[in-house]
């Protein structure tokens, strides 16, 4: 696992195939062309990656700007990513419904690639593995490296 760039508001790297972003406070425009940055190494690298992201604790809703430079960043890396997931850890009912709105909003976003909310690291890295990019990755490797990158001071 490769962390490749940390702040007080994310941190960023890269395992295998799969580019990996915690979201610690506020998604910002400069936050998501640094993630772009180094998703585009990983995709010249690899061709076709896979996303997984991790989301702390009581993120507050990005601004509009952001949200707008999002759409355009997965619309212009589409071709190049087989899927993606979302980490929103939690057992209880909070963590559920955000959960829940987070699929619903993949769905109404209509991403150009298969995108899921789950609970653990865990269920990420089995849900990604059974894609054709991912097959070779153990599940268990896969939250280790997201646990390593969620675990790096800025």
């Known amino acids: 696992m490769d962390v490749l760039q940390v702040t007080p508001t994310m941190a960023i790297g890269a395992y295998a195939n799969i580019h990996l972003c915690v979201y610690r406070s506020g998604l910002t425009v400069d936050g998501l062309d640094a993630a772009n940055r180094h998703h585009r190494d990983l995709i010249a690298k690899h061709g076709r990656t896979l996303v997984l992201g991790y989301a702390e604790p009581n993120q507050p809703l990005p601004a509009a ?90």
């Open 65 to 154: 700007d952001a949200r707008q430079r999002a759409a355009v960043l997965i619309e212009e890396n589409q071709a190049h990513v087989a899927a993606s997931a979302l980490v929103v850890e939690g057992n209880g009912f909070s963590a559920s419904v955000i959960r829940s709105v987070m699929t619903a909003a993949f769905a109404l976003a209509r991403y150009p690639y298969p995108s899921k909310c789950v609970a653990t690291g865990a269920d990420a890295g089995t849900w990604l593995a059974t894609f054709p990019e991912g097959r070779e990755l153990s599940p268990a490797a896969v939250a280790g490296a997201l646990a390593q990158l969620c675990a790096a001071a800025p």
